[in-house]
């Protein structure tokens, strides 16, 4: 029998990001209702992590990034991260940062937020955005060259700048004052840091000198990083896991009365082998069917389809890619809720092409620029709907 989307989720070969389990954007309103946003709608998950959670004056919110429950299975079973663990959580489709990140800063699901994934296509500008570093895909050129800001590619919505908790955000340094993290902390106060002993260091300073309600939002990308230079799976990806472990017990340690510590992901990984790595060269003939290289994420690509090009485009993919991937409609997509509850806002609708493709197995489908080798592509992905990316953990201290 043909796999269907409805029959991989029935048999738990992927996970739809809303149903029975809560997601990162009932974390999200949870988290910003106990620290004083009003305008918060709740849900049943919204109530239940808000009890959960509890009603405390310094709430300190971590995400490590990359840090699926794949990876915090490997840890020992005393590990401080499994000794907390609350519940598990669902991931933000598609699975990767740049939804995610935005999806804990404003609470909204990408098809009210506009943000596609990792590379968002802008048919208005005829480019592609890396919308976190907020550059041009291929020249790395800021988007505020093209005449694009910051106000009309992010919702703007800011969290933190509606919360009655003071807030303050601890960043790598090297993106701590993008115009992105400026913008989605609403422009409240953030420190950088160089090292996840600094960054442990000045969670507990801030929280330390708060003199009223506070909000502490710590990122950490090491997990992540590393897992796609060398797969989620690897030793090395478990010792520094181990090493994470370690620095947030220290820092659920030193915490003042009244604080609560609230630990997730944005996301897993999984492995991808390079017999796996569909990656397109320039004159590829699908590249030529389309607007533009596929977008979104290589394990959710969304592709913008040419004029008159949509039957050539579903023949020549499904010639290639039906044993590992479906191929929806953008109005599949958006039934089977892939970009969240509601109808996708039609200002927004272009970003989101044609169709999505929804990786069945551990492959990809991306593009190959000039000079570039399938073999030194990162092996850890994210963006799809497998376990390994969509578990993600809730530890409560």
């Not at 579903?314 to 039906?322: A, D, G, T």
């Amino acid at each position: 029998m043909e796999d269907t989307l409805e029959s991989l989720f029935k048999s738990g070969r992927l996970l739809c990001a809303i149903g029975k389990t809560p997601n990162s954007i009932d974390l999200a309103k949870a988290m910003a209702k106990i620290a004083g946003v009003e305008e918060i709608e709740e849900s049943k998950h919204t109530r239940a992590l808000e009890q959960l959670i509890g009603d405390v004056d310094h709430l300190i919110f971590v995400i490590v990034d990359g840090l699926g429950m794949n990876v915090v299975e490997r840890l020992p079973e005393s590990s401080f991260l499994r000794t907390n663990l609350a519940r598990e959580l669902r991931a933000v489709t598609p699975s990767t940062t740049a939804c995610a990140i935005t999806a804990f800063a404003t609470g909204l699901y990408p098809c009210e937020s506009g943000i596609a994934g990792w590379y968002t296509h802008l048919p208005e500008h005829r480019l592609t955005a890396t919308v976190l570093p907020f550059w041009e895909v291929v020249t790395q050129i800021p988007l505020q060259e093209f005449g694009i800001s910051v106000d009309w590619l992010f919702p703007r919505s800011a969290l933190m700048s509606k919360m009655r908790h003071t807030p303050l955000t601890i960043m790598p340094q090297e993106i701590c004052e993008s115009v992105t993290s400026r913008h989605l902390r609403g422009g409240t106060e953030a420190v950088g840091y160089a090292s996840i002993p600094e960054a442990i260091d000045a969670t507990i300073t801030g929280v330390a000198r708060a003199d009223s309600k506070s909000y502490t939002y710590l990122y950490l990308p090491h997990v992540d990083t590393l897992s796609h230079e060398k797969g989620p799976d690897h030793t090395e990806v478990t010792r520094l896991a181990r090493e994470v472990d370690g620095a947030l017990e220290r820092l659920a340690r030193s915490l003042r009365p009244g604080a609560r510590l609230v630990i997730t992901a944005d996301h897993g990984q999984i492995a991808v082998p390079v017999e796996k790595r569909n990656l397109l060269p320039d004159g590829d003939p699908i590249l030529k069917t389309l607007e533009c290289p596929p977008t979104s994420e290589a394990r959710f690509p969304v592709f913008h389809v040419s004029s008159n090009q949509t039957e050539e485009f579903v023949i020549k993919f499904r010639e290639r890619f039906s044993e590992c991937f479906l191929l929806l409609t953008l109005e599949e997509a958006e039934d089977a809720m892939l970009f969240g509850p509601g109808k996708i806002k039609p200002h927004l609708r272009p970003r989101f092409g044609d169709f999505v493709g929804v990786a069945m197995d551990d492959s990809i489908i991306g593009y190959l620029p000039p000079g570039g080798l399938v073999e030194e592509a990162p092996i850890g992905r994210h963006g799809g709907l497998s376990p390994e990316e969509m578990r993600v953990p809730l530890v409560i201290v």
